[in-house]
């Protein structure tokens, strides 16, 4: 994770001067917090900006009140921090942020030392959306620096403002479907590698691409070869399945995993400590029936390239088979996790989409 650059005094240098923007355009939006008398225009601006993306899914003014008003109740959702730009009294765009700070930015970032000059606390951006027709406007830049304002209100102006790529807000997207890092653009500023006017704007605000992500996609029904399928363990393991659960590696249990819709996992025990696990969830939401994601798989590393994570696999296509389950989605970052994908690419999964992750 990187800052963007900066003005002097602070906060993120925001910059957008391609052809066709004017200053007027800008003057004449006005950013606010947002209020529940915006939802059906900003359901509209949704759908417009996001509706026919991967991993997004359509709104309507009841999803809207259960995953925005009820969901996000209490701490977990700040309307001051969901800003939305009006044109006319219109909504016509929104961007969501928050606030790191404590413990979990220590957890996120463990190298910022508040003694040692870094950061007490951290603004972060996780979605921007602008609608088509009011695109190249400077809206976009002007939802920005409203979000950086009221985060400098919220807690003291001039702090950094990153890129939230890391998914740690249940707020959009598929919240009743895996949240996993980086999963699709469901949430963090995940953009289509093939989408040059979203690349454009965020580089030209200060942002840039920090890696590249691979949406994989296998049908389980479909039989595979049988002698890549077939794998004699060197370790003597127990695979055991379990729902909402999540074994803690290294330890002999493990804890209830707190998430709304039930996920399933399947758990590797040697010498009855717990040495792999892949969870995965059904997605409860949307048009697609019988769809699954993969959240987690990980394997302790000295037990890696012994069939663990083969095992585990097996056993959750199995289930999924039997169960009629059409697709399973998982996503990768080829430049960290390169055996990952080769393991993916064994047992069927191929790419269905690629995605740009900008920090």
């Known amino acids: 994770m990187q800052n963007s650059p900066s003005r002097e005094g602070g906060g993120p240098l925001i910059r957008d001067s391609r052809p066709g923007d004017s200053e007027t355009d800008r003057a004449q939006c006005e950013c606010v917090a947002y209020r529940t008398s915006m939802r059906e225009g900003l359901v509209a601006v949704w759908n417009d900006a996001f509706g026919s993306r991967r991993n997004f899914l359509p709104m309507d003014i009841d999803r809207w009140k259960d995953r925005i008003e009820l969901a996000n109740q209490g701490d977990a959702f700040e309307p001051e921090l969901f800003?939305?730009?009006?044109?006319?009294?219109?909504?016509?765009?929104?961007?969501?942020?928050?606030?790191?700070?404590?413990?979990?930015?220590?957890?996120?970032?463990?190298?910022?030392?508040?003694?040692?000059?870094?950061?007490?606390?951290?603004?972060?951006?996780?979605?921007?959306?602008?609608?088509?027709?009011?695109?190249?406007?400077?809206?976009?830049?002007?939802?920005?620096?409203?979000?950086?304002?009221?985060?400098?209100?919220?807690?003291?102006?001039?702090?950094?403002?990153?890129?939230?790529?890391?998914?740690?807000?249940?707020?959009?997207?598929?919240?009743f479907a895996p949240r996993p890092p980086l999963w699709g653009t469901t949430e963090g500023v995940a953009v289509a590698a093939d989408d040059d006017a979203s690349r454009a704007f965020l580089e030209n605000v200060g942002f840039k691409v920090d890696q590249i992500a691979q949406s994989l996609v296998t049908d389980p029904r479909i039989p595979r070869d049988a002698t890549r399928q077939a794998y004699e363990p060197e370790l003597d393991i127990e695979v055991v399945e379990d729902d909402d659960y999540q074994a803690i590696l290294g330890s002999q249990g493990g804890t209830s995993f707190p998430y709304p819709n039930q996920s399933h996992s399947w758990v590797a025990i040697h010498d009855r400590v717990q040495i792999g696990y892949l969870i995965a969830f059904p997605f409860e939401e949307g048009p697609e029936e019988k769809r699954w994601g993969i959240y987690s798989l990980e394997v302790e590393p000295k037990h890696r390239g012994r069939g663990v994570a083969r095992r585990l696999m097996s056993r959750a296509m199995e289930f999924w088979r039997e169960r009629g389950v059409t697709e399973v989605e998982a996503l990768v970052l080829p430049d960290e996790s390169p055996g990952a994908g080769r393991l993916y690419a064994s047992a069927g999964f191929e790419s269905a989409a690629e995605w740009l992750i900008f920090a």
């Open 83 to 175: 800003r939305v730009a009006l044109v006319d009294g219109s909504p016509v765009g929104f961007v969501h942020g928050g606030i790191w700070e404590g413990e979990f930015l220590t957890s996120l970032v463990p190298d910022n030392d508040p003694s040692a000059g870094g950061f007490g606390a951290m603004g972060h951006l996780s979605l921007i959306g602008v609608a088509t027709t009011h695109r190249r406007r400077r809206i976009g830049s002007a939802l920005l620096d409203s979000l950086r304002d009221t985060i400098g209100v919220l807690r003291e102006p001039g702090l950094p403002l990153v890129v939230d790529g890391r998914v740690f807000n249940a707020f959009y997207g598929n919240f």
